[in-house]
């Protein structure tokens, strides 16, 4: 993704917070600069899942990178290693763990990160979206076929690898569209926003319908 | 949480499943979703002298509450004037089928749906500009991937 300084810019000042324990400046991480004591995550005014992970705020992460973050992460704020230490160092390891774990749900889901990401920014959304007829019609056929009982040697299971196909290649490209979008973007703009939003709006839908359709093919197969 | 005996009727046994056809010039059709559920709803309504709806049809993809929402609303529109049908509101839904608060949102999609069924029909028959029409039909031929 590019880093183009006005895409999905966050605003520059840097969150000034000071230690619970010592007073001097925290600086980043969740441990103090100064007296190393350990801090409540997500206090920043320019913290988010991103900057917890070390990740530039786009789109297009690298997932092996997130999941090491994770880990290191994890280790070092374990509760079990505050188990002797002071209730308030408790109640953050504890309550740091727990953010780290949503955040990384967060950003390891393509579609939560979009959604993420688009709340980290400022802008407008054309007031209604078309709808997608097209896709809708699909889904409604498809969930009619979910409706019934589907025989193991039956020509209804073959129509319905055939769709579960059709909308994994539908996925795919809308992913690739996302991609290609959040690359663009600036969110200033209502259109590109727009194009975002429906863009996830339609990989939602798919979400919902191919989750359905593998449960039934487990189901019958 | 126990469903209503209403909705589970609803949901066991829906009224009207089916469709009509979209092109009749007398046939409204609404479809809407919910992308956070996946929820997808499609309800026509053919409109006959004097503006009072003839016949209701819809196809859910989504849950029972969807499906009994949209099922009972066609239920209710039927033999309805266009007037009155636009007097329906998702809260008359939520009260009769006794919709828990996390269900609510289907009860808005099928208020979403029959408005924009009520709207197609008084689209296709001159309450629209030709250019909307023009619009609509350049839309049809947009896909989605």
Redo the contacts between chains.
């Keep these: 993704m590019s880093s183009d300084a006005d895409s999905l810019k966050m605003s520059p000042t840097e969150g000034h917070h000071l230690c619970w324990s010592c007073r001097e400046e925290v600086g980043e991480g969740p441990f103090c600069h100064s007296c190393v004591k350990i801090q409540k995550l997500g206090q920043g005014q320019d913290e988010n899942y991103f900057s917890i992970f070390g990740l530039d705020l786009s789109y297009d992460i690298d997932l092996n990178r997130l999941r090491q973050k994770l880990h290191e992460l994890s280790k070092k704020l374990h509760p079990d290693f505050y188990s002797t230490a002071s209730e308030i160092e408790k109640t953050y390891a504890r309550d740091n763990s727990a953010l780290i774990n949503k955040g990384f749900a967060t950003l390891s889901d393509p579609i939560k990160r979009a959604d993420y990401l688009l709340g980290l920014t400022q802008g407008n959304i054309a007031s209604n979206p078309?709808?997608?007829?097209?896709?809708?019609?699909e889904?409604?056929e498809?969930?009619?076929l979910l409706m019934d009982q589907i025989d193991p040697e039956s020509p209804e299971l073959k129509t319905l690898v055939t769709i579960d196909q059709k909308f994994n290649?539908?996925n795919d490209?809308?992913l690739a569209t996302l991609s290609e979008l959040f690359e663009n973007f600036r969110e200033s703009d209502e259109k590109q926003r727009t194009a975002l939003a429906t863009c996830?709006?339609?990989i939602?839908?798919l979400?919902?319908?191919t989750k359905r359709i593998r449960a039934k093919l487990d189901e019958v197969t | 949480m126990a469903y209503s005996e209403k909705l589970l009727e609803h949901f066991k046994n829906p009224r009207n499943m089916g469709s009509l056809d979209k092109n009749d010039k007398a046939v409204g059709t609404g479809?809407?979703?919910a992308?956070?559920?996946?929820?997808?709803m499609?309800l026509q309504l053919k409109i006959g002298a004097n503006n009072v709806i003839e016949d209701a049809k819809f196809?859910?993809?989504?849950c029972g509450s969807a499906i009994a929402s949209s099922s009972l609303a066609t239920e209710w529109v039927k033999g309805k004037t266009i007037e009155e049908a636009l007097k329906i509101k998702n809260t008359d839904i939520v009260n009769e089928l006794s919709l828990p608060p996390v269900k609510i949102h289907c009860s808005v999609l099928a208020e979403d749906a029959l408005k924009a069924a009520l709207a197609d029909y008084m689209q296709k028959n001159g309450n629209g500009t030709e250019e909307e029409k023009d619009q609509k039909d350049q839309?049809?031929t947009?896909?989605?991937?």
């Excluded at chain 1, 078309?130 to 019609?137: N, V």
């Excluded at chain 2, 196809?59 to 989504?62: D, L, M, S, V």
């Design positions: 078309k709808p997608p007829q097209e896709l809708f019609e889904i409604l498809a969930g009619e290649a539908y490209n809308l996830l709006d339609n939602k839908y979400r919902t319908i | 479809m809407v979703g992308p956070e559920c996946g929820d997808v499609k196809k859910t993809f989504g839309d049809k947009e896909r989605v991937s």
